[in-house]
């Protein structure tokens, strides 16, 4: 199918809809509600996850300066430390 067509038997839908007549009540509203922020704010922590941890890496490997020490471990008395 065209999506012209799509968008008009979608249009089409639409219009000749019925009432359901169906209800919520407030508790499941609630649950509803509560369970659609929850994915929301996962999906945004997720993305910000994805983000920060490489700007994070970019950003150590500017303040030490050189590429060659991240990574290494720490030379000196505070490395025998366990």
Sequence with gaps: MKPVEVLGLACVMLVSASPVHAYIGPGAGLGAIGATI????????????????????????FKSGTDSEIGKAPDGPE???R
């Design 38 to 61: 929850a994915i929301g704010i996962a999906v945004i922590l997720l993305i910000v996850g994805f983000v920060w941890y490489p700007v994070k890496r970019l950003l150590k490997r």
């Design 79 to 81: 490395s025998d430390k």
